[in-house]
Each structure stands twice: as C-alpha cells, then as structure tokens.
C-alpha cells in the first residue's frame, strides 16, 4: 500500500510491457518481489510515478541520493505521465522517454539512469537529463 494513495490501474501497466499492472509492476510496488534488472526497476519507477506509489520510490532510491523531502513532497499531481520508452540500456543504466502533460502542455523528459545493487537489491542512483 502507498503512503499517500494509489491511483486506480486496471488493465495494463503503465511501464508498457503491455503485461496486466497485478502481473508487472504491481508486485514491485506492494513490495511482494523485487526488481531482477535495472530496466525492470526503472520501469516499476515510471508506473510509481503514474499511479502514485511515493512510498516505491523512497524504497528503491539510493539513500546517498534520495531528496529529503521526497515524501513530504511527493509527486507533482498536476503532470500526468502518458508513456515510457527504453531507448537504450546495460546492466546498471537505462536511458529512456517518458511522455507527460503538464498544465495541458505536453512534454517529454528524456534521462539516462544510474543504478546499483545494494544489498542485493537494484537501487537508483540517479540520472542526467537530456534531449
């Protein structure tokens, strides 16, 4: 469960596996299993984003990197994120192109990810922004 809510996900994952949301990234987000790749863990963080688990992103963001104030202040409820594409990856980083709108403008961020396993655990570190 999201410290702040989830938005309803019937049908597919926002990730655009085009597997069901309960098949794909919903078992990363309520915690039931852990991301196998850095591609599978950034793409359970873009469907964190869509439906609104904050308390997914503070659990797999680094804590060297994490913002202090990613929980009190959340996710941006006023952009709408519309789709994901993984542009290019390696074992530990995944470039991508996430669609949005935002304030009926729409956009897209593009970011290549860093990751590493902690613990056992793919992790985010962070990204650069680009294009």
Same mark, same amino acid.
């Given at each position: 469960?999201?410290?702040?809510? =989830?938005?309803p996900t019937p049908g597919p994952c926002p990730c655009g596996t085009g597997a069901a949301y309960d098949a794909c990234c919903g078992p990363l987000h309520r915690g039931?299993?852990?991301? @196998?790749?850095? %591609?599978e863990l950034m793409?359970?963080?873009?469907?964190?984003?869509?439906?609104?688990? %904050? @308390?997914?992103l503070f659990r797999t963001w680094h804590?060297?990197?994490?913002?202090? $104030?990613?929980?009190?202040?959340?996710?941006d409820p006023a952009r709408?994120? =519309?789709?994901?594409? %993984?542009l290019d990856h390696g074992e530990d980083w995944v470039e991508f192109a996430?669609?949005?709108? $935002?304030?009926?403008?729409?956009?897209t961020m593009r970011e290549r990810s860093r990751f590493e396993k902690r613990a056992g655990h793919w992790v985010y570190v962070d990204g650069t922004f680009g294009g």
């Open positions: 469960m999201s410290l702040f809510g =989830t938005r039931a299993r852990r991301a @196998d790749s850095a %591609v793409r359970s963080r873009y469907s964190a984003f869509v439906v609104g688990h %904050v @308390d997914h804590p060297r990197t994490r913002p202090a $104030d990613l929980i009190e202040n959340g996710i709408t994120w =519309t789709g994901l594409e %993984v996430a669609h949005y709108v $935002d304030g009926g403008r729409p956009g």
